[in-house]
């Protein structure tokens, strides 16, 4: 696919070219590597089954909150701000935060117009880009986490995105949503932000340390029977055991990403989470282990610091930015409405704020476009992305 235009419209495409497809992206998702990467080799993939203008569009989504926290699309270095206001601030369809919470996940803009896009702000948008038609899909785990959303787009006078492109989106969602999540922890492994970020091990068929990367040492000694500070002490059993089911997993084919998960209770009393992913490198397996801290959202500290909310402000705050109705949040917090309404008026008076659009747009414009905007450099100096809000 060119970076200027249309990818080439092949014929049909075959039931079992498709599932090499997905599988492809699956095996992509397992491999330790920045986001930036994932994403490339991944459009490289969704090209040769669902045709489209330019490039796509790749965002990664907080979960906690599913506001925006980057976008990558190759070509363009900056996205526009005026799109960002517009995503947050006005009332058009097909918008990424509507789709994050739909029943099917995927939309196209004609469907959502009922055929006559050209009533939508969104629409005239695109157009200046040279994208006629666009499928929004939404990147969630099959643990129901929304990781990131994908766009595609089409020009002026091809064929409709059909209920085959859409399926094939619907397919690699997951895939997607679990490799976007594996590259922002390889990114704060390998770039850490402080003391607390995850740590990655990578290791021989033979379970011998191959590399490592800074601090890693203490994640390793926190686990349960580790004597890993002696020199030659073995692997705590977290680990080995979490190596080991992903390398019988690559064997699976069945499994094509040989992904494995696993939650150990460090010593210190943290919870910690392991994820072991096979590699083949020149026909030799490898083992990457990536540990990280099972702490909450990061949005969740951020919202009381920063405005200085209760925890049941919080939890209020959080189900508006995902888009709850306030019976919605009623049923999720087991409360009634009337309490809803009293906890929101007591967020907007402490966040300055008149309305639930206004608090969405305030929160993603402190906190989560400065981290939109920092990824878009990162890409540039070619350091990898970051996930959730800035904290300042």
Not at 92 to 118: C, F, K, Q, Y
Not at 174 to 179: D, F, K, S, V, Y
Not at 334 to 348: A, C, E, G, R, Y
Request: a negative charge; one cysteine or more; glycine letters at 8%.
């Amino acid at each position: 696919m060119s970076a200027g235009g249309l990818s080439p419209y092949r014929g049909p495409m075959t039931t079992d070219a498709r599932e090499r497809a997905v599988d492809k992206i699956a095996r992509l998702a397992g491999e330790p590597k920045d986001l930036a990467s994932f994403w490339r080799e991944c459009t490289e993939v969704v090209g040769t089954v669902v045709p489209h203008y330019w490039t796509p569009c790749w965002y990664t989504l907080d979960p906690a909150s599913l506001l925006i926290t980057s976008h990558f699309h190759e070509g363009l270095a900056e996205f526009p701000a005026e799109w960002l206001a517009r995503e947050y601030y006005d009332d058009d369809v097909n918008r990424i935060a509507d789709i994050a919470v739909s029943s099917t996940g995927i939309s196209t803009l004609h469907e959502a117009t009922a055929g006559d896009p050209s009533s939508s702000p969104r629409w005239h948008a695109n157009m200046t880009m040279g994208g006629d038609q666009e499928m929004i899909g939404r990147l969630r785990t099959p643990s129901g986490v929304v990781w990131g959303m994908l766009g595609l787009y089409r020009e002026t006078g091809r064929a409709m995105f059909d209920v085959v492109d859409k399926q094939f989106v619907q397919a690699v969602a997951p895939h997607l949503a679990e490799g976007a999540r594996r590259a922002l922890l390889v990114g704060e492994a390998t770039d850490p932000d402080g003391t607390d970020g995850p740590g990655l091990v990578i290791l021989s068929d033979r379970w011998e340390i191959q590399s490592a990367t800074p601090g890693v040492e203490r994640w390793l000694a926190q686990l349960p029977d580790s004597d890993s500070d002696r020199v030659g002490g073995r692997l705590p059993s977290a680990v080995l055991s979490v190596a080991g089911r992903a390398l019988r997993a690559a064997e699976n084919p069945d499994e094509p990403s040989g992904i494995a998960v696993s939650r150990v209770l460090a010593r210190n009393g943290v919870w910690v989470v392991l994820h072991g992913a096979c590699l083949v490198d020149q026909g030799a397996r490898r083992i990457a282990v990536i540990v990280e801290p099972a702490h909450p959202a990061r949005i969740f500290p951020l919202l009381m610091s920063a405005y200085r909310l209760t925890e049941r402000e919080r939890d209020v705050t959080r189900l508006v930015l995902q888009g709850a109705s306030t019976a919605q949040i009623a049923q999720e917090l087991v409360v009634s409405p009337h309490t809803v309404q009293q906890h929101l008026k007591s967020v907007f008076d402490k966040t300055g704020v008149h309305s639930r659009r206004d608090l969405v747009g305030k929160i993603f414009f402190a906190h989560y476009e400065p981290r939109f905007r920092d990824n878009e450099r990162r890409v540039a100096d070619h350091k990898p992305m970051r996930g959730g809000p800035a904290m300042r």
